[in-house]
């Protein structure tokens, strides 16, 4: 257990519809990264907050924001979800920003868009 | 650009044989280099890490050195058990400015028979 839950576990949305996925970071964690698991592929980087605000973002469109709270949960918001956006989608924590701090992850949420 | 390539799977060996999985990567800079687990319907977890050239990472039998003249970060375990059937994922984290994101190998699928 890595102390980082990630809400809600599963989610069925209709293609156009818009979802907010929530994770609650590990105890003194204030940086927050998300990333994209298509089935049978790696983990891929969609954007990272630190101290509440972005710190880096992957290949990903404007429809995919987020944001990170003053304790330091998260949220990432997709708006009109397309098909492909069907995915694991996993939230990680660390310690501190930076290439050489551990990042641990939730259990993720895994979307279906139909 | 920044990738990790691992060995295709599925990895198929019986119980207490020896494990490696190959993993290179091609980076700018000095990156970190991780290997994660993943088994059926979870997250990932972090298994080991090494931040520097000829650094060992282990944990829970498993080992990689950090090779900088080959990049590479093999996976090894001398005596694998049926738990040890996960997908693996090597990653590595390269930090511009502050942020440290993943980027992530496919992933190698291990199974282990009795």
């Known amino acids: 257990e890595t102390g980082v839950t990630q809400s809600p576990t599963h989610l069925i949305k209709t293609r156009g519809q818009q979802v907010t996925l929530r994770c609650s970071s590990q105890?003194?964690?204030?940086?927050v990264s998300w990333y994209q698991q298509a089935l049978g592929q790696g983990p891929q980087f969609i954007f990272q907050y630190y101290r509440e605000e972005e710190n880096g973002r992957g290949n990903f469109p404007p429809r995919f924001s987020g944001l990170q709270f003053p304790n330091y949960s998260s949220e990432l918001n997709v708006n009109a979800l397309e098909l492909d956006d069907s995915a694991l989608y996993l939230c990680?924590?660390?310690?501190?920003?930076?290439?050489?701090?551990?990042?641990?992850f939730g259990p993720g949420t895994r979307l279906t868009v139909t | 650009g920044n990738s990790v390539t691992q060995m295709e799977g599925p990895v198929t060996l019986s119980e207490e044989a020896f494990l490696t999985i190959n993993c290179t990567y091609t980076?700018?800079?000095?990156?970190?280099l991780f290997w994660y687990v993943q088994y059926p319907g979870e997250g990932l977890q972090l298994l080991l890490k090494a931040t520097k050239a000829d650094d060992k990472g282990s944990n829970k039998g498993f080992e990689a050195t950090y090779r900088k003249e080959t990049t590479s970060f093999h996976l090894e375990k001398g005596s694998v058990q049926v738990s040890d059937s996960a997908v693996y994922f090597c990653?590595?984290?390269?930090?511009?400015?502050?942020?440290?994101?993943?980027?992530f190998g496919q992933g190698t699928t291990l199974q282990v028979k009795p």
């Open positions: 990680a924590s660390s310690l501190i920003s930076g290439a050489n701090y551990e990042q641990y």
């Open positions: 980076a700018t800079g000095y990156p970190s």
């Open positions: 105890s003194g964690h204030n940086t």
């Open positions: 990653a590595l984290s390269v930090g511009s400015g502050n942020t440290g994101k993943l980027i």
